[in-house]
């Protein structure tokens, strides 16, 4: 780098040059190409134009063939030549004004020969006016791709560059580009009223600018059932309610009346749904494409009957009934009760004037009594067994055969 007044070195031309030593006169070549005056050049300092109040200098200085550099001075502006920092680097901790500024390098030999160099640069400390120009669609619907085009402009000399980040209110999405690319493109996936704010960071003193933007729900994609979770007894009806959302999970609000239910092994009319059969039930609502589900959980009733679980097989006369007869203890639907009722065995029908013998009263584990010791002691087919229990209605088996051992 140079700059006016940069003294470049004198060069000898390989001629003799006559000394004087004493009276007597001595011809001496000198060679060629060796400086016999002092040089400096500033390798690097602020870039131009700059924002920043201070600046930093370092710079190379050279005597070739002269007796040495002796003195390194620095000048700014014209302000007048103090000595350097160091031979080699000068800062300005500032702060340094707006405006254009020349720094000056100046070495002497010890000669007195001198040599120096400059530089010049601009310092804009005028603030930057970022302005949104555009931001479409506005409104946009959720997930929608949104282009926002910015301008960077600055009162003072120079190009800005640098780049610009356009967020919203959260920060929470963002995108970024160059200043002269004027342009970026973002998703707000959030239904809602947004401050669109593009901030410019570069060369110049870094500002922003800003802009409202609506976002909009989506189209309709699923739904929540309410309640998620209900317990009802058996018979019962639950009424549910279904909200909207789009894919985003904006809510779209109530869409009850649009929406169709139905639930596993159970009905729905209009939005209440019912099942006869103990259980978690899953219950199902959908609105065109979207749908949500909730969970019904059925309990029994109180106890109502028995019922037989397995069947009494046919045997030989006086040899266990094999496998054993089991009765449960169940509601109205036929839903298992947890009870520890005593269920008691007598012979239905018995043909063949039979015996029952065994076990013939057991009381239920967890509404289930099992015998598994019931004998007949004659032979004939058409025997029933007959089920009884207090306050309960009884049940009645089938048919069954016994024949000789």
Not at 1 to 30: D, E, K, N, T, Y
Not at 271 to 287: I, M
């Given at each position: 780098?140079?700059?006016?007044?940069?003294?470049?070195?004198?060069?000898?031309?390989?001629?003799?040059?006559?000394?004087?030593?004493?009276?007597?006169?001595?011809?001496?070549?000198?060679a060629a190409s060796v400086p016999l005056f002092p040089v400096v050049s500033i390798d690097s300092g602020p870039t131009d134009p700059s924002t920043s109040a201070s600046a930093g200098f370092a710079f190379t200085s050279d005597d070739g063939a002269g007796p040495g550099i002796t003195d390194t001075d620095c000048d700014l502006d014209g302000g007048g030549f103090a000595p350097c920092d160091s031979g080699t680097s000068q800062t300005y901790a500032g702060p340094l004004s707006a405006g254009s500024h020349t720094f000056t390098v100046r070495v002497t030999d010890g000669a007195s020969n001198q040599a120096s160099d400059a530089y010049t640069w601009t310092i804009n400390a005028s603030p930057t006016t970022t302005t949104i120009t555009s931001d479409g669609p506005d409104p946009s619907a959720a997930g929608d791709v949104v282009a926002v085009s910015w301008t960077v402009t600055a009162s003072g000399p120079g190009t800005v560059t640098g780049i610009v980040t356009v967020t919203d209110a959260s920060n929470s999405v963002?995108?970024?580009?160059?200043?002269?690319?004027?342009?970026?493109?973002?998703?707000?996936?959030?239904?809602g009223t947004y401050n669109l704010k593009a901030t410019y960071s570069g060369n110049f003193p870094g500002g922003f600018g800003s802009a409202a933007h609506t976002v909009t729900e989506g189209a309709l994609h699923h739904l929540v059932l309410g309640p998620s979770s209900a317990t009802k007894a058996a018979g019962v009806d639950q009424a549910y309610t279904a909200e909207g959302y789009d894919k985003f999970d904006n809510d779209l609000g109530d869409v009850t009346s649009a929406t169709t239910f139905s639930i596993s092994s159970g009905?729905?009319?209009?939005?209440?749904?019912?099942?006869?059969?103990?259980?978690?039930?899953?219950?199902?609502?959908?609105?065109?494409?979207?749908?949500?589900?909730?969970?019904?959980?059925v309990t029994a009733l109180a106890a109502h009957h028995l019922l037989f679980d397995h069947q009494p097989r046919n045997a030989k006369t006086n040899t266990a009934i094999t496998p054993g007869v089991s009765v449960q203890i169940v509601d109205l639907y036929g839903n298992l009760v947890v009870s520890s009722a005593t269920v008691t065995l007598t012979l239905g029908a018995n043909p063949g004037g039979a015996t029952l013998g065994g076990t013939l009263g057991v009381a239920a584990s967890v509404g289930v009594a099992s015998f598994n010791d019931l004998t007949l002691n004659k032979k004939s087919s058409g025997y029933t067994l007959q089920a009884t229990c207090p306050t309960i209605l009884g049940g009645t088996s089938n048919r069954f055969a016994i024949t000789l051992f």
């Open positions: 780098m140079s700059a006016p007044g940069h003294q470049r070195p004198r060069w000898s031309r390989g001629v003799p040059i006559v000394l004087l030593v004493g009276v007597a006169l001595a011809m001496a070549p000198v963002d995108c970024s580009a160059p200043v002269a690319t004027g342009h970026c493109s973002l998703a707000l996936t959030v239904a009905t729905c009319a209009a939005n209440s749904c019912w099942s006869t059969r103990a259980g978690p039930r899953k219950v199902t609502g959908r609105s065109g494409t979207a749908r949500g589900t909730a969970t019904l959980t």
